[in-house]
């Protein structure tokens, strides 16, 4: 059975680092103009983003928590190396367009300051579930995300790329709060 090596570990320590000072320099200094600025009216402000974000964080903490202890092993041909790098690679890109389904689109009610609490708490959260399970490699469940940044040809993620998933996930909206501020309509600092 695939288990979780300490290179797979230090990937997630340093990926996981990486994406957090990206967040925090994105929304650092923001003024509540700047964090509700929308560019058109089917377009998320920087303070819905951020909820999106911990909307799909605890959706991805259910799934590794709840549904994956039971979900069957992976074929003994995948290739996790493979579809690690895909994780990280695609699931940013933001030259692959997805609709966020209905089940995980903000309300605009969370308070910005609350949102980013609750990532930076959710990440802490999925590191120690990474460095506390060492069979997250063991088991995998269907990943609509992976099956949209790659037509088709990836179904499934283990646990190890579902934790990756949430911090490939938090980049790409952290390129997408970049690309709304170069807006020429974003407010400019107060």
């Known amino acids: 059975m695939p288990t979780l090596v300490a290179n797979d570990l230090e990937q997630a320590r340093q990926y996981f680092a990486a994406t957090r000072k990206r967040v925090e320099e994105a929304t650092a200094g923001l003024s509540e103009a700047q964090l509700r600025f929308k560019p058109g009216p089917d377009r998320w402000s920087i303070g819905e983003i951020l909820e999106h974000m911990v909307i799909v964080h605890e959706r991805v903490l259910t799934r590794i928590l709840e549904q994956l202890p039971q979900a069957p092993a992976p074929a003994p041909d995948r290739d996790s190396q493979v579809l690690d790098a895909i994780v990280i690679e695609k699931i940013p890109d933001r030259s692959v367009k997805a609709k966020a389904p209905d089940f995980i689109q903000p309300t605009g ?19 120690r579930i990474l460095e506390s399970t060492p069979d997250l490699r063991e088991h995998v469940l269907e990943s609509p995300p992976l ?4 037509s088709g040809a990836y179904e499934t993620m283990d646990g190890y790329q579902w934790v990756l998933t949430a911090a490939a996930h938090d980049e790409r909206h952290v390129r997408q709060i970049l690309e709304l501020k170069e807006d ?7």
């Open 147 to 150: 099956r949209v940044v790659t």
């Open 184 to 190: 020429r309509n974003y407010p400019a600092a107060a």
């Open 109 to 127: 009610t969370m308070p910005v300051l609350a949102a980013l609490e609750t990532i930076f708490r959710n990440l802490q959260r999925l590191l």
